[in-house]
């Protein structure tokens, strides 16, 4: 034999091999794509939480943690529209959470006060009425758990 032939046999063994590698890794890579798939998948479960964890956690103290549930139960398809159970608790929610911008953009108008910033002032107190109004209309809908108001209001005195 030549010792062209024994090259080319040789690079043809080495292609082989190649080409072999080459398949078992795209095989590995399909299945690393798929065991990712199915984790995502499973991560972002359609869970919801009901009426009544929502008022667990609310009890507990959970207010933003729970506010976020209230959203992921919004997208999810869980809105007082679909289900008349929710509307108290997404109403408490909603007065937790108006209440937080309420009071952060009052003590920041207050602040904008003291630095003598009239223009700045005035935009944070009117921000700051935009989020009371919407503690109030979500204070009409609270009903029977109305109550539970006086313990967020202590949480932001």
Request: charged fraction near 25%; aromatic fraction near 10%; glycine fraction near 4%.
């Amino acid at each position: 034999m030549s010792k062209k032939t024994t090259k080319r046999a040789a690079t043809r063994a080495g292609d082989g091999a190649l080409k072999v590698l080459t398949v078992i890794l795209a095989v590995v890579l399909v299945i690393m794509i798929i065991i990712t798939v199915v984790k995502v998948k499973t991560s972002f479960s359609d869970y919801t939480s009901t009426p009544n964890e929502i008022l667990r956690s609310v009890n507990n103290g959970y207010y933003p943690e729970t506010v976020t549930e209230m959203y992921d139960n919004i997208v999810l398809g869980k809105t007082v529209e679909s289900d008349a159970d929710y509307t108290a608790p997404y109403a408490l929610l909603s007065y937790y959470e108006a209440e937080s911008y309420y009071v952060g953009y009052t003590k920041a108008a207050e602040q904008a006060a003291k630095a003598g910033d009239k223009k700045y002032e005035a935009a944070l107190r009117a921000k700051a009425s935009e989020y009371q109004t919407e503690m109030e209309a979500a204070r009409s809908e609270i009903g029977e758990l109305d109550f539970m108001t006086e313990d967020i209001d202590e949480l932001f005195s």
